[in-house]
């Protein structure tokens, strides 16, 4: 069996250790915390043991990350019975409360030490209610009583232990006095000390092994509540994740309908990119041009543009650009609004203290440019699908496939119902001229397909350009993702089943 002195910070376990052994095993001290690392005493018989790994990650080496310090004896207490004095369970050495806690976990008997002046403590409560957790039986040690206030305070002790539900009708509170150490071991008369080395030679008897038994009964439920505890923090935390992963969907998903709603409004790109069109086409001309034939539409596109490449670099540079601009903005809205979002809360703020995260990010405009070229490129593959008969071939061919898809950009922009004034005299102009250009070359339903598919296209390429933006946002909440709790809640309820399957 092992038992561990575990108490505050003064408490006087270094001393009860000594006492207990009548010779001096560990020191005690002024300077706080004492106890740095485990101090193991253990019968002759048992000591190779703590050479290897007894206690998983420590070991006796100088070097060890946990060291231990083993001290050998054939007293007669130890025939069935290791005692360790653990560091301070409330050290301002974080590790070594860390130590105490790891060594809670292996102990099959908690000696809790504590003083008639940090007994009321709040840390020392909390390793309480883990070894009760845990099963792990518990004698509580009041030492340093000052005689004239003795009763008083054991009294309130022991209400409080009561009050907390950690002392229970078969436990025991063994009194210390002050009183003078022997400064030959430092450590107390052995009459100070006799209640408690008659309570652990007992349960390191005969019923040691309904100890034993109930320690690791108790240490195997700990571990599986303590894993359904986990598994539900898993499911908030992944829920949190979740939220803030949806607070950037949205944020998204919104600036790609206000694009889709200003494309149906007329105001994607501005009037002026259509307005200069207009005065480049010559609205009139163009109509007269299709009213008259074939061959004049002809003349007057070679007239105007002065080839295809014209066309296409006056019209697709402008309302390119403006899509670029546009989808940048959009970006830049919806990255401060993810970023407000995570900032709001509580485990956002943290993940968005990189000013990059309020805006687009820099590789944003390159993904733009790179998928709206894609789309004006494709807009030539779209009229020559369109084409499919010999007459509407050439009827394209000799305009020019890429001047008709130009052409479609326009159709694509312009619409009337989100102008207001004179803007809707001019798109109305030019949403005419296109469209009549359009069937006159491919037919009404045709036509109508041309647009539909390029306008469906241009917003497909914009929303890859958003989510695109977004993924840096989802790419910080794939790291932090805790995993799935099902697997541990398997596992619990395992453990629940054969508890019940042991306890039958």
């Known amino acids: 069996m092992v038992a561990v002195l575990i108490g505050s910070t003064g408490a006087g376990k270094s001393t009860l250790m000594n006492s207990l052994a009548g010779a001096r095993i560990s020191s005690p001290g002024a300077v706080r915390p004492t106890t740095r690392h485990p101090i193991v005493w253990t019968h002759l018989d048992h000591a190779a043991r703590y050479d290897d790994d007894y206690l998983t990650g420590y070991g006796t080496a100088p070097d060890a990350a946990r060291r231990l310090e083993v001290v050998q004896s054939d007293h007669p207490l130890l025939a069935d019975l290791t005692v360790i004095d653990a560091p301070d369970i409330d050290s301002v050495e974080e590790v070594h409360r860390t130590i105490a806690d790891e060594l809670l976990a292996v102990a ?22 883990r070894a009760r957790d845990r099963g792990v039986a518990v004698l509580f040690v009041l030492n340093r009583l000052p005689d004239a206030v003795a009763a008083d305070i054991a009294s309130d002790y022991r209400r409080r232990l009561e009050a907390g539900r950690v002392f229970g009708p078969g436990d025991e509170l063994v009194l210390i006095r002050e009183q003078p150490i022997d400064p030959t071991y430092e450590g107390l008369p052995g009459s100070a000390v006799a209640p408690i080395l008659t309570t652990l030679t007992a349960m390191s008897g005969e019923s040691h092994r309904s100890v034993v038994v109930g320690a690791v009964r108790g240490a195997i439920s700990d571990v599986g509540e303590r894993a359904l505890r986990l598994a539900t923090l898993i499911d908030q935390e992944s829920g949190e994740i979740a939220g803030m992963r949806d607070v950037v969907e949205r944020a998204y998903a919104d600036q790609a309908a206000e694009i889709e709603q200003a494309l149906d409004d007329g105001t994607l790109i501005r009037a002026e990119v259509i307005r200069r069109w207009q005065e480049v086409i ?7 041009a299709i009213t008259e034939g074939a061959g004049v539409v002809t ?87 369109a084409a499919a008969d010999k007459i509407r ?23 009337t119902s989100g102008l207001s004034g004179a803007e809707v005299g001019v798109a109305a102009g030019a949403a005419a001229v296109q469209q009549r250009l359009l069937e006159h070359l491919f037919g009404t339903a045709a036509a109508r397909s041309l647009a539909v598919t390029a306008r469906t296209n241009l917003l497909e390429a914009m929303r890859h350009v958003l989510r695109t933006d977004a993924g840096r946002f989802h790419r910080i909440l794939d790291g932090m993702g805790p995993g799935d709790a099902l697997e541990l809640k398997a596992a619990h309820e395992a453990v629940r089943s054969a508890l019940r399957r042991w306890d039958g």
């Open 108 to 129: 099959d008997v908690c000696v809790f030490v504590t003083s008639a002046q940090r007994y009321a403590d709040a840390v020392p409560w909390e390793f309480l209610r």
């Open 282 to 288: 010559g609205t009139g001309e163009l109509l007269k």
């Open 393 to 415: 071939w050439a009827r394209a061919a000799s305009l020019g496939v890429n001047a008709v898809a130009v052409t479609l950009i326009i159709t694509v922009f312009v619409h």
């Open 299 to 385: 003349a007057w596109f070679r007239r105007v543009f002065g080839g295809v490449g014209v066309a296409t670099e006056r019209v697709g540079r402008e309302a390119e650009d403006e899509l670029v601009a546009t989808i940048i903005r959009r970006t830049d809205v919806a990255a401060t609004t993810s970023a407000t979002g995570w900032e709001a809360h509580p485990g956002g703020r943290a993940l968005v203290t990189d000013a990059a995260l309020w805006r687009h990010d820099s590789g944003t405009p390159g993904v733009a440019q790179q998928a709206l070229d894609q789309w004006i490129a494709g807009l030539a593959a779209l009229v020559e699908d």
